[in-house]
């Protein structure tokens, strides 16, 4: 399998805003402002450089809409380093970032059942780390 083309190919960084010397108390303190593109988003980074033990939590996160299960299966692969995190298609990176990988056609696998089969692929949804498109496809065509 070629990687690369999983990888967000359309990702590019922009304006990156260094802090200057005595600018901030904080020594870690390195990128005030930058901003960059993912596949069309874009997106403005900022750090208060004020310091401090913020982190990430699951009130923010990333989704990933993946066309197939290889996709799924190769952003799972990369981003997920919390297993006790893993839960209905949500992993943690290494920075504790919340990322939802998600199968593109979610919404038709859901809309396309019955009220019943919606409910039966709710309940495979929930049981599950990882989604699995074709388990999905089944439990919501199951009668």
């Not at 920075?95 to 979610?106: E, H, K, Y």
Request: net charge negative.
């Amino acid at each position: 399998m070629n990687n690369s083309q999983y990888e967000f190919v359309e990702a590019e960084k922009g304006y990156v805003n260094y802090y200057q010397e005595g600018e901030t108390p904080e020594k870690r303190a390195v990128i005030n402002y930058g901003e960059l593109n993912v596949e069309g988003n874009q997106m403005v980074i900022m750090d208060h450089g004020m310091g401090g033990a913020f982190t990430f939590n699951e009130a923010f996160s990333l989704m990933i809409s993946c066309k197939d299960q290889a996709e799924i299966d190769y952003f799972w692969d990369k981003l997920s380093v919390v297993p006790e995190s893993e839960q209905c298609g949500w992993v943690k990176d290494q920075f504790g970032l919340s990322w939802q990988i998600v199968p593109a056609n979610m919404d038709k696998i859901m809309a396309g059942a019955t009220e019943e089969g919606r409910k039966r692929g709710m309940a495979a949804l929930l049981n599950m780390k990882k989604l699995d498109i074709a388990a999905l496809e089944k439990a919501v065509a199951e009668e």
